[in-house]
C-alpha cells in the first residue's frame, strides 16, 4: 500500500508481567489462614512500572468446635475476615507518554520557505503526565456462613468496604496548555461499601427434590477524594466527578416539560425579564426547573441527576427434580440506577442525522399543543438540545435470565442402548424482561446507551448423551 501525506500509522505495544504466591494454613480442620501477594508490572507507567498487591484471609469454622460438634441444628457454622489489594492498569498504552500527531487534528500544516503547499506539521495531542502508577482496590470483607437442619437452610452473610485509590480519571487542564485530550492523573478515591446476603432452602420428599436461594445486595458508591484534582464534567457523556457523588453521575437540568405559552416562559424566567434581556425561549421549548429560584436558568440549575449503580441487585435461582424430569430457573434484576438514552438525542430530532421514533407523534407543533416533547425545529432556542433528565431513564428491571426443562432417560432404557446417560432438554434464554426503560436492553453496563444492541432472546433445544 502506498503512503500518502496524512497517513498515519498507530502502534502500540502492551507488555504485563506478573508473579503470584499464595500460602495456605489449616489447624484440625477449624482455623484457617490464606495469604497471597502478587507483583504485577506494566508497561503503560514508565516511572512506577510495578504495583504490589497482598491479601490476607482468615476463618472459624465454629461448627467443628466442640461444643457445637454434635449440635443437632447447627450443621455448619463459619466465621470469615478478609483483607486485600489489587490493581488496575485499564488505560490506553500512551496516557502517561507524550503523544504528538501529524494529522489529528487537521490544519496543522505550515507554510516553509518560498513554497505555498503546507508542510506536514505536528501538534501535541497530550502532554506527559509525570508521576503514573498503578490503580488500586483495598477490600475489608466480614461474612458467615451457616447451614441448619442438615443444610436444608443455609446461607450466607457479608459486609464490606471497597476502597478504590489513586483512580486513574482525566483531570482538567487550563487552556493555555494546549492539550487536545485530557490528560490522566492518579487523583481519585471512590468508596463502595454495602451488604451482600443469600438464603437457600434444599430437600427432598420422596422422589420430589428441589433448591430455592436468593440473592441480594444493596451498595452506596461515592467518589470520597479528588487528591486536589478538580472536578471534571464529561461532556459528552454530560457524567461527573466530584467529591461526595457517586462515580459517573449525571449532571444537568431538570426537565419540567414544555412551555404552553410565551406569558409561561416570562413567568418562570422572571429574572431575565427584570434584567431587560430578551427571551429566547418560547412556546414549544423545554422547561427546566429553576432551583435556586433566581428566575434565571443557567449552569447553576443544573443538579445531580441519578448514576449507573443500582443500589439494589437481586437474583432467584429455582431447580425442581421429579424422577427424571428436571426443571431449573434464575431471575435477575436491579434497582436505584439511572441510564443516560442517548440514542434518544437523534431518534427524537429534527430527522436531519437518523430516523424519527414513532414518540415524535407526541412533539409540541402549533397544532400539536399539548405535546410533552419540545420542538426540536424551534429557531430561538438552542436549550432544547441541553442536557437534562428527560433522557436520564429509570434503568431497574426484572428478567428472567434463564429456564430449561429436561428429561433423562431410565437407566434401564439406557443401558440396552450401552449409554450411560441421555437426557433431552429445552432452555430459552432472556425470555421475557420487565422494565420501564424505553431503550432496547436496560443491561447498559457503562449507564450510556447508545443503541446497544439488546441481548437476544433464544429457544434452544438439545440433547445429552455419555456412553
Do not use: C
Request: glycine share 10%; aromatic share 14%; no cysteine.
Amino acid at each position: 500500500r502506498s503512503r500518502g501525506l496524512g497517513d498515519v500509522y498507530k502502534r502500540q505495544r502492551t507488555r504485563r508481567l506478573s508473579f503470584l504466591g499464595r500460602l495456605f494454613y489449616s489447624y484440625d480442620d477449624r482455623y484457617l489462614l490464606t495469604v497471597n501477594f502478587r507483583a504485577d508490572g506494566s508497561s503503560k507507567f514508565p516511572e512506577n512500572t510495578w504495583g504490589y498487591f497482598p491479601s490476607a484471609a482468615l476463618a472459624w469454622r465454629i461448627s467443628e468446635e466442640s461444643f457445637l460438634r454434635d449440635n443437632a441444628v447447627l450443621d455448619n457454622l463459619k466465621l470469615r475476615l478478609g483483607w486485600g489489594q489489587i490493581g488496575n492498569d485499564k488505560i490506553d498504552e500512551s496516557s502517561f507518554s507524550q503523544v504528538m500527531d501529524t494529522n489529528n487534528p487537521y490544519n496543522v500544516g505550515y507554510v516553509f520557505g518560498s513554497s505555498e503547499t503546507p508542510a506536514i506539521g505536528a501538534t501535541v495531542l497530550t502532554y506527559v503526565n509525570n508521576g503514573g502508577k498503578w490503580e488500586f482496590t483495598e477490600q475489608w470483607n466480614l461474612g458467615v456462613d451457616f447451614g441448619l437442619w442438615g443444610n436444608k437452610l443455609y446461607g450466607t452473610a457479608d459486609a464490606y468496604i471497597r476502597d478504590t485509590k489513586d483512580m486513574l480519571l482525566s483531570v482538567t487542564t487550563p487552556a493555555h496548555v494546549g492539550n487536545r485530550y485530557y490528560p490522566k492523573a492518579n487523583v481519585g478515591t471512590v468508596r463502595n461499601q454495602g451488604i451482600e446476603l443469600m438464603l437457600g432452602h434444599a430437600n427432598t420428599v420422596g422422589e420430589f427434590s428441589y433448591d430455592i436461594s436468593g440473592n441480594v445486595s444493596f451498595v452506596k458508591n461515592r467518589l470520597t477524594h479528588l487528591n486536589g484534582g478538580s472536578r471534571y464534567l464529561d461532556t459528552y457523556t454530560n457524567q461527573l466527578y466530584d467529591e461526595g457523588y457517586a462515580l459517573f453521575s449525571f449532571w444537568g437540568y431538570k426537565y419540567e416539560g414544555v412551555y404552553r405559552s410565551d406569558e409561561e416562559v416570562e413567568a418562570h424566567q422572571w429574572g431575565v425579564v427584570e434584567k431587560g434581556e430578551t427571551l429566547t425561549e418560547h412556546a414549544g421549548d423545554a422547561r427546566y426547573a429553576d432551583l435556586n429560584g433566581d428566575g434565571i436558568i443557567d449552569d447553576n440549575d443544573k443538579t445531580d441527576l441519578g448514576n449507573p449503580f443500582p443500589w439494589l441487585t437481586y437474583g432467584l435461582n429455582l431447580s425442581f427434580n421429579y424422577k427424571g424430569f428436571d426443571l431449573s430457573m434464575f431471575f435477575q434484576g436491579v434497582y436505584g440506577n439511572k441510564i443516560y438514552n442517548a440514542l434518544r438525542n437523534v431518534t427524537e430530532g429534527d430527522g436531519t442525522t437518523a430516523t424519527l421514533s414513532t414518540t415524535m407523534r407526541d412533539v409540541w407543533t402549533k397544532n400539536n399543543p399539548d405535546g410533552t416533547i419540545p420542538n426540536p425545529s424551534a429557531s430561538g432556542s438552542t436549550r432544547n438540545k441541553n442536557f437534562s433528565s428527560r433522557l436520564v431513564e429509570d434503568g431497574a428491571y426484572f428478567r428472567m435470565k434463564n429456564i430449561q426443562f429436561g428429561y433423562t432417560l431410565p437407566k434401564h432404557i439406557t443401558e440396552k442402548a450401552h449409554m450411560s446417560r441421555v437426557r433431552f432438554y429445552i432452555s430459552a434464554s432472556n425470555l421475557f424482561t420487565i422494565t420501564g426503560y424505553t431503550g432496547y436492553d436496560p443491561e447498559v453496563g457503562t449507564g450510556v446507551d447508545w443503541g446497544n444492541y439488546p441481548q437476544a432472546r433464544t429457544i434452544l433445544f438439545g440433547t445429552n448423551i455419555n456412553f
